[in-house]
Each structure stands twice: as structure tokens, then as C-alpha cells.
């Protein structure tokens, strides 16, 4: 086969053949195009459900967090009652034998 000479067929066929190669180059970009707007699609996505299950847990735990600061006002409250109870309960003890000394003392 001589290059210097081409034919029309020829010439008709390696022009097919380059359009056939544009025609596959074109269907494959398309399909990396689709596949890569599929994917972006996908991310946002998951962006969104990250984000929303971000503010979950942020609500979750801003929720924790008050229920724990009521319980601990709760013990501290509690233990103040406790101090208060033993404290007015040794006073009345001090106080029952104070008397039980002094009228021990009377007789």
C-alpha cells in the first residue's frame, strides 16, 4: 500500500473510521460526565444527612447536658438537706442532754 496515493474509498474509510473514534470518544465522555454528576449528586447527599445528623447529635447532647446539670443541682440540693437534717438532729441531741444534765443536776 502506497501512502502517497489514497483513493476516494479509502479516504471514505479512514474518514468513517476517525468518526467512528469521535462518536466512541464523545459516548465515553458522556458516560464519565453522567457517572461524575451521579457521584456529586450522591456527596451532597451525604453531605446533607452528615450535617442533619451533626445537629442530632448537638441536640442530643445539649439535651444530656441539661439533664445533668439538674441532676447534679438535684444531689447538691439534696446533700445540702442531708448537712441541714444532721446538723439540727446533733442540735437536738445536744440540747435533749443539756436538759437530762440539768435536771440530772437539780435532784
Known sequence: MK???MD???SLLIAEQLNRLKDNIEARLKRVEASIDHYQK???EKLISAKQEIATIK???KDHETRIR???DSVISLKSF?????????????IAASIAAWLGGQR
Do not use: C, F, G, P
Not at 82 to 94: G, K, P
Open 82 to 94: 442531708a448537712t441541714i437534717a444532721q446538723a439540727a438532729q446533733v442540735a437536738l441531741t445536744i
Open 70 to 72: 439538674v441532676i447534679d
Open 8 to 10: 476516494d474509498s479509502q
Open 42 to 44: 450522591l456527596d451532597e
Open 59 to 61: 441536640e442530643n447532647l
Open 3 to 5: 501512502w502517497d496515493i
